[in-house]
C-alpha cells in the first residue's frame, strides 16, 4: 500500500487548490454564467445628483420602447410595502428613491426587459424631474446645526447624527493622562476605499409562479442568513425560499449586504412570472455598494518619557453615507474598533464613536477585515510611530517596551477583550532579522547626511477575527455561529457541506484537509458543498476571517463526532474492545498490535454493511460550533521605501511580513492570502480613493480613478511565520484572510513618516500619493 | 458598460474605408486598436452611428526608415514600438516611450496613430511627436495632405483631422549624427494617464546643442512644444546652469490645472525636474550613441 503518495491534504500539506482545476479550464459558474429559460434583464436608473427631491418619474418613453417589460419605480413598490427595507445595521433604505435621492447613484427606477441592451437604452429615456437640494458631503459638515437634513422620512430624525457608542473606562484613562510626562496626538483620515471584488453584485431571480418557489442565484456572502432576512423582510416564506451562491469572483465584504438591486428583481419575478437577472457593471459596483473605511479619528497616547505608555484616548467620526449599513454584530455601532489598543499592554483605554449621514453612498462593510479592525490598527501603529519619532526612539524598541507579553494571556484588553494568545516580541524580532533592520538603519543615517531620503516602516498589528460568541455577536439577532455536515459514503468517500461560503479563499482545499487530518480521509476524496442554501447546513456566512475559526472548527468537531462512531464499528470489525482502538491518520488498530488495523474506508463500508448489534446505520453527522472566544491573529511588518525629492515618489523598496496566524492548514493557501492582502494594503495605502466634490458627485467611479494596483507596481514580499495555537480553536487555527490588510497599510505610510519625521512631518494621509509627498515636502523646505 | 447600438463595417481596403468614412462624415468614427473608443462607448461618453474598423486593410502595420524618413503606419501597435529594434537603436526616445503608454493589455492592441488621432491631452506620443517634429500623412477620398506635429493638435481631443480623414503614417525625420533622446512620465500606477510627462530630443553638432525638442504631457489642454526652452538650448553646450534655465523654460511653459494627480505647483515641479533629468539622459545617451 502506498502510503506517501499521493499526498493526503493533511495539516500542514501545501496541497494545490482542488478548486482551480474548473477556474483555470474557465469551467467555473459564476452569476453571469447563469441563464434560465424567458429569463429577463434588467437595469438600474440611477441619480445624477447627491441630493434632490424627486418632482415626478416619467416611464413612458420606456416603456414604448419594444422589448421593454416592465418598468418599476419606488412608488409601484410603495404598494407592495418595499420601498424601503432594513439594513444590517438597524437603520431602513430605499430600495427605490420615493421621495428624494439622497446619494449620487441610489437606485431611483428599473427597467425589465427581454435584452440587457435594451433595458440600458430604455433606463436612459425615463425622465425624471429633480429639485436639487444642497448635499453634504462631510461628517462635521453634516453635524453642523443648519446642515441639510438628510434623513428626513426618519420621525425622530432631527440631525445627521446616527450613533454615539463608547469603549473603555474614561475615568481611569483621564487619571492614566494626568500622570504622563508626554500626550502624543495624532488626528488622521482613513479615506473611503471599496473592496472592487473582479465579479460585482449580481442576481438571478427565478420565482415559479405556481410552486412560489423562489430560487435566488446570489453573489452572496452569507447565503443563509441572507435567506432568513429575504423571509423577514419580503415576507416569503423561508422554506420556499433557495439561495443559490455560485462560484464567486471575490467578495472582501461587498457582498455582504442586501442590494436593492436584489429586492428589485426578486419582487420583478414575483410580478412578472419570469426569472429576472440584473448584474451590475463596474460604475455601479463602485458608486453605490459597500464601501470601506471613511473614519476620521484622532488619537491621543499617554506616555511616559522612557516611552511606556499609560493610556489611550481615541475620537472617531465615521462618514456613514445617506443610510446607516455597515454590515456588522448588532451590539457594536463601531464594529470592533474598540480592538484599538492593538498589540500593547495598555492599562486604561477610552474610546468614543460617532456617526454621521452624509449624501455619500451607504455601506461600510468590513473590506477585507473583521468590523472595522483595520481603521483601529492603523490609529494605534501609526499613533505609535508619532510616539517614537516624538520621543526619539526607535520604532521597533518602543514597540518592544510596551508589547503584551506572552505570559500575559489570555489578556484582558482595557476596551474588554480577551486576548487568546499571542508572542508579539517573537514577532518583530523575526520580521527586523529577516529584513536585516540594524544594517537598515545604518544605511538610512549615511543617506540622510547626503540628503537622501529613506525609511523603515514597522507595524505590529493585532486582529480579532473569528466572530461569535453567539451571545455577544450577531448579525440582525442571529447569532454566529456555523455549521459543518460531513458524510461519509460506504465507499469511504466524503461530502463536507458548509454554512460558510468561499470567495475565493480556497474552503474546497482547505476543509477537506480538516476531514482529512481528523478521519484520514485523503482531501482529494472529500467534495466541499457551500452557497447553496437547500444542500447546506445553516450558517452565518463569510466575513471577519471567521471561515477557518469558526467554521472550520466545525468540520473538525463533526469529524471527531464521526470519529468516535468509527471507532465503535473498528472495534467491532476488530473484534476488541473500543476502549483498545487507537487511531492514527485514517488507521484504527488495537493497542499494542498495529498490524491489527482497520482502515477509515473499510469501517465506512462497515458502516453500511456490517454494523455493530444495535447501531444506527450510516457515518453522517452534522456539528453547529460556537466559539468561546474570537481568536486574534497577529504579525508585524516592515517596509522599506525610497523617496524621490524631486517628485515625491515612494519606492517600496522591500517588504518583510511576518505572520501568526496559529496552525496553518494549507500553508501555499496561507501565503496566498497574505499576498493578496498585503497587496490591497499597499493599493490603499498609496493609490485607493473615492472621494467626491462640494456636490456629492463620486468621484472614483470607475478604474480610471479609482486605482487597484497591477503586478508592476506591486512590491515583492517576503513572508515568514510564526506559529502560535489558539487555545480554544480545536486546531489552533486563527484565521488569515485578513491580517495583511489590517496590518500592512500602516506599515507602508509609517516607513514614509519614518524617512521624513525628522523633518518635523507627522502625517501624511492615504493615499500617500507622490503630490501628496512632495508638498509636505516643499513645505519644510526639503523638496528638489 | 453595455454601449448604445451602432454599425460596424470592415473593409479590405483604404480607398473602402474612405469611402466609408466619407459617407457618414457626421456620424462615423475610425476603429484602429480601440483603447479609446470603446471605453468611450461602454460609457456611453461617446455613441457614434457608424464604426469603420481598420483593422483588416493590409499595409497599414509598416514601421521603417524610407526616404530620409522613420514611418510609421496606421495600424502600428504600441507593442510593435515597444519591441523594435529600430526604435532601441535609433530612436531613443520612441523607444523609451513606448513601454510607458498605458499597460500591457492596451499596448497589445492600441496604435500610434490611434492615440494622436484620439489627442488627449494626457497621451505620451503627442509629446513625443512634437519632440522629433514628427508630420501626419492624412488622407480622405480627395487626396492626402501632411501636417506637422506642432499644427496638428488644437485643443483637448481636438486636432486638424477632419471626420472623413484617416491618419494613414507618422513620419519622423531620419537620425543623423549624434542624437539623443528620453521620455520621463509620472504615473500613479501602471496603466494611468500621466501625471507629467516629459519627451526630449538632442540633436548635437559639434559637442553643442544643433536642435533641441522638447514637449510636455498632461499638463495643458493638449500636449506642449516647449519652445522657449528649445530655443534656449539651441548653441549651448549642455553644462549644469544650461540644463537647469531649460527646465524653468519648460515649467513656464507649461499650464497645468490641479486634480487629484496633484496642485499646479506640485506638477510645474515634476516638468522642471523631469526636464532637467531628461537632458542629462539624453546628453549621454547622444554622447554614446546610444
Redesign the interface.
Given at each position: 500500500m502506498a502510503i506517501d503518495t499521493p499526498p493526503k491534504g493533511f495539516i500542514g500539506e501545501s496541497i494545490k487548490r482542488k478548486e482551480d482545476d474548473r477556474f483555470i479550464r474557465g469551467k467555473g459558474n459564476y452569476l453571469d454564467d447563469i441563464s434560465l429559460p424567458g429569463m429577463l434583464h434588467m437595469s438600474i436608473l440611477r441619480s445624477p445628483f447627491a441630493h434632490a427631491r424627486i418632482r415626478s418619474i416619467n416611464t413612458k418613453p420606456a416603456e414604448a420602447v419594444p422589448g421593454v417589460v416592465a418598468v418599476v419605480t419606488g412608488a409601484l413598490l410603495e404598494q407592495h410595502k418595499l420601498a424601503w427595507m432594513p439594513t444590517l445595521s438597524g437603520d431602513t433604505q430605499a430600495v427605490l428613491a420615493t421621495d428624494k435621492v439622497r446619494y449620487q447613484g441610489q437606485e431611483v427606477a428599473c427597467v425589465i426587459a427581454n435584452d440587457?441592451?435594451v433595458a440600458?437604452?430604455a433606463a436612459?429615456l425615463i425622465d425624471v424631474d429633480y429639485e436639487v437640494l444642497k448635499a453634504v458631503v462631510d461628517p462635521y459638515q453634516a453635524l453642523k446645526p443648519g446642515a441639510p437634513l438628510i434623513r428626513d422620512e426618519k420621525k425622530d430624525q432631527k440631525d445627521n447624527h446616527i450613533y454615539h457608542w463608547e469603549a473603555g473606562d474614561k475615568a481611569a484613562t483621564e487619571a492614566a493622562f494626568k500622570k504622563a510626562d508626554k500626550v502624543v496626538s495624532l488626528e488622521t483620515f482613513y479615506p473611503r476605499c471599496h473592496p472592487s471584488p473582479l465579479e460585482t453584485c449580481g442576481i438571478v431571480a427565478d420565482i415559479n409562479p405556481a410552486t412560489g418557489q423562489a430560487t435566488l442565484y446570489m453573489t452572496s456572502q452569507a447565503p443563509h442568513a441572507h435567506r432568513t432576512l429575504f423571509a423577514l423582510v419580503a415576507g416569503l416564506p423561508e422554506e420556499k425560499i433557495r439561495i443559490i451562491s455560485p462560484d464567486l469572483g471575490g467578495g472582501f465584504g461587498n457582498k455582504v449586504p442586501i442590494y436593492p438591486g436584489y429586492v428589485v428583481a426578486t419582487a420583478a419575478s414575483l410580478l412578472l412570472g419570469h426569472p429576472v437577472k440584473w448584474i451590475e457593471?463596474?460604475?455601479e459596483n463602485l458608486i453605490s455598494t459597500g464601501f470601506a473605511r471613511d473614519f476620521h479619528m484622532q488619537g491621543e497616547l499617554a506616555v511616559n518619557k522612557d516611552g511606556k505608555f499609560l493610556g489611550l484616548r481615541v475620537k472617531m467620526l465615521s462618514d456613514n453615507g445617506a443610510f446607516y449599513a455597515d454590515a456588522q454584530p448588532s451590539k457594536f455601532r463601531a464594529g470592533l474598533f474598540h480592538i484599538v489598543t492593538g498589540s500593547y499592554d495598555l492599562p486604561a483605554a477610552h474610546v468614543e464613536t460617532d456617526g454621521a449621514y452624509t449624501n455619500k453612498a451607504p455601506g461600510g462593510v468590513a473590506f477585507r477585515c473583521s468590523f472595522r479592525v483595520t481603521e483601529a490598527s492603523y490609529l494605534i501603529e501609526r499613533l505609535v510611530e508619532s510616539a517614537a519619532v516624538e520621543l526619539k526612539m526607535d520604532p521597533a524598541e518602543i514597540r518592544l517596551k510596551n508589547f503584551i507579553q506572552p505570559e500575559q494571556f489570555p489578556y484582558k484588553s482595557a476596551t474588554g477583550f480577551e486576548y487568546d494568545s499571542g508572542d508579539y516580541p517573537r514577532a518583530l524580532k523575526l520580521a527586523l532579522e529577516k529584513i536585516g533592520y540594524e544594517q537598515l538603519r545604518k544605511e538610512q543615517a549615511e543617506k540622510r547626511k547626503r540628503g537622501e531620503l529613506m525609511g523603515i516602516g514597522v507595524a505590529s498589528f493585532t486582529e480579532v477575527v473569528g466572530a461569535g460568541h453567539g451571545t455577544e455577536y450577531d448579525i440582525a439577532g442571529l447569532r454566529m455561529f456555523d455549521s459543518a455536515e460531513l458524510r461519509v459514503h460506504p465507499t469511504g468517500k466524503a461530502i463536507l457541506k458548509l454554512g460558510v461560503k468561499s470567495q475565493g479563499q480556497g474552503h474546497e482545499t482547505t476543509f477537506a484537509q480538516i476531514v482529512a487530518e481528523e478521519l484520514g480521509i485523503p482531501a482529494s476524496d472529500v467534495e466541499v458543498q457551500e452557497g447553496d442554501t437547500d444542500n447546506t447546513p445553516y450558517g452565518l456566512g463569510t466575513y471577519a476571517s471567521r471561515s477557518t475559526p469558526v467554521g472550520g472548527a466545525a468540520t473538525a468537531m463533526v469529524s471527531r463526532k464521526l470519529r468516535d462512531k468509527a471507532k465503535k464499528i473498528a472495534a467491532h470489525l476488530l473484534e476488541a474492545s473500543e476502549a483498545d482502538i487507537e487511531f492514527d491518520h485514517g488507521k484504527f488498530f488495537v493497542k499494542g498490535a498495529p498490524s491489527k488495523s482497520k482502515t477509515i474506508q473499510d469501517v465506512a463500508f462497515a458502516a453500511y454493511t456490517n454494523l455493530p448489534e444495535g447501531m444506527e446505520a450510516g457515518l453522517e453527522g452534522v456539528t453547529y460550533y460556537d466559539p468561546p472566544n474570537m481568536t486574534f491573529p497577529f504579525g508585524t511588518y516592515v517596509v522599506v521605501v525610497d523617496i524621490d525629492r524631486?517628485?515625491?515618489?515612494v519606492k517600496v523598496r522591500r517588504m518583510v511580513a511576518v505572520d501568526d496566524c496559529g496552525v496553518r492548514i494549507n500553508p501555499m493557501i496561507v501565503e496566498g492570502q497574505i499576498h493578496g492582502g498585503l497587496t490591497e494594503g499597499f493599493g490603499i495605502a498609496f493609490?485607493e480613493?473615492i472621494?467626491f466634490d462640494e456636490q456629492g458627485n463620486c468621484?472614483g467611479s470607475?478604474f480610471?480613478?479609482y486605482?487597484?494596483?497591477?503586478s508592476?507596481?506591486t512590491p515583492r514580499f517576503e513572508t515568514f511565520e510564526t506559529v502560535t495555537p489558539s487555545p480554544h480553536h480545536p486546531i489552533g487555527a486563527k484565521g488569515v484572510g485578513e491580517s495583511a490588510t489590517v496590518g500592512s497599510p500602516a506599515a507602508y505610510v509609517n516607513a514614509v513618516i519614518d524617512a521624513v519625521g525628522h523633518l518635523g512631518i507627522t502625517n501624511i494621509d492615504m493615499p500617500v500619493?507622490?503630490?501628496k509627498v512632495?508638498?509636505a515636502l516643499?513645505e519644510k523646505g526639503a523638496?528638489? | 458598460?453595455?454601449p448604445?447600438?451602432f454599425e460596424y463595417a470592415s473593409p479590405g481596403t483604404l480607398d473602402e474605408a474612405l469611402a466609408l468614412l466619407d459617407q457618414h462624415a457626421d456620424d462615423g468614427k475610425v476603429l484602429a486598436g480601440g483603447q479609446s473608443l470603446i471605453?468611450l462607448l461602454k460609457?456611453?461618453l461617446a455613441s457614434p452611428a457608424f464604426l469603420v474598423d481598420i483593422n483588416r486593410i493590409p499595409d497599414l502595420d509598416v514601421l521603417e526608415e524610407r526616404d530620409g524618413a522613420l514611418v510609421i503606419g496606421a495600424l502600428v501597435r504600441h507593442k510593435t514600438a515597444e519591441r523594435s529594434s529600430l526604435l532601441a537603436n535609433r530612436y531613443a526616445v520612441l523607444a523609451e516611450a513606448a513601454p510607458q503608454v498605458a499597460?500591457p493589455l492596451v499596448r497589445n492592441r492600441g496604435t500610434l496613430a490611434g492615440s494622436l488621432a484620439h489627442a488627449d491631452p494626457s497621451g505620451d506620443w503627442g509629446s513625443v511627436m512634437l519632440a522629433v517634429d514628427a508630420e501626419f500623412v492624412l488622407r480622405s477620398r480627395s487626396g492626402s495632405r501632411t501636417v506637422k506635429a506642432r499644427d496638428f493638435f488644437s485643443g483637448p481631443f481636438s486636432t486638424l483631422l477632419q471626420p472623413n480623414e484617416i491618419l494613414t503614417e507618422i513620419r519622423i525625420p531620419a537620425r543623423r549624427g549624434p542624437t539623443g533622446g528620453a521620455y520621463l512620465k509620472?504615473e500613479?500606477?501602471?496603466?494611468?494617464?500621466a501625471?507629467v510627462g516629459v519627451a526630449i530630443q538632442l540633436q548635437m553638432d559639434d559637442g553643442k546643442v544643433g536642435t533641441a525638442g522638447i514637449a510636455l504631457t498632461a499638463v495643458g489642454p493638449q500636449n506642449i512644444k516647449a519652445t522657449e526652452a528649445e530655443a534656449a538650448l539651441k548653441g549651448q553646450t549642455l553644462n549644469d546652469k544650461v540644463i537647469k534655465e531649460a527646465g524653468q523654460l519648460a515649467a513656464k511653459a507649461a499650464e497645468p490645472r490641479a486634480d487629484?494627480?496633484?496642485?499646479e505647483?506640485?506638477k510645474r515641479?515634476?516638468v522642471r525636474?523631469?526636464t532637467e533629468?531628461g537632458l542629462k539622459r539624453a546628453y549621454e545617451r547622444a554622447r554614446g550613441g546610444g
Open positions: 440587457p441592451y440600458r437604452d436612459q457593471d463596474r460604475s524631486g517628485t515625491g515618489q493609490m480613493l472621494t468621484i470607475n480610471t480613478d486605482l487597484l494596483p497591477t508592476w507596481e500619493s507622490s503630490d512632495w508638498t516643499q523638496a528638489e | 458598460m453595455l448604445a447600438a471605453p460609457l456611453r499597460d509620472l500613479r500606477k501602471v496603466g494611468d494617464f501625471t487629484l494627480r496633484g496642485s505647483a506640485y515641479n515634476v525636474i523631469f533629468r
